[in-house]
């Protein structure tokens, strides 16, 4: 499988961005999904996952301002997110966990947000 990720961008403090990552090579309607960041220096964090069901965990430093979503019909996860801090300024990825291992294990290319103060 193939994730692309897009959608990153700069944007100002408080503002918004919609991050997308289409995922091919088979259906992923039935995976875990989730979206990952890492700033300059920094480690990967966990951000958001959403299960095949629908349900979703976040970071509690992006809960009530980010929100991820999928189109199974378009084997797409999204990630929406709003009211923007600098801190979430980073490389952004999104994966889809191996029910294996329950490792997130196949990563996209990543797509650079950048919040300016």
């Known amino acids: 499988v193939q994730l692309q990720a897009s959608g990153g961008g700069l944007v100002q403090a408080g503002g918004s961005l919609g991050l997308s990552c289409a995922a091919s090579g088979r259906s992923l309607s039935s995976y875990d999904m989730g979206w990952f960041r890492q700033a300059p220096g920094m480690g990967r964090e966990f951000v958001a996952a959403?299960?095949?069901?629908?349900?979703?965990t976040y970071i509690d430093s992006v809960k009530g301002r980010f929100t991820i979503s999928r189109d199974n019909a378009k084997n797409t996860v999204y990630l929406q997110m709003n009211s923007l801090k600098p801190e979430d300024t980073a490389v952004y990825y999104c994966?889809?966990?191996?029910?294996?291992?329950?490792?997130?294990?196949?990563w996209g290319q990543g797509t650079q947000v950048t919040v300016s103060s």
């Open positions: 959403i299960s095949g069901t629908g349900s979703s």
């Open positions: 994966t889809v966990k191996n029910t294996l291992t329950g490792w997130y294990d196949t």
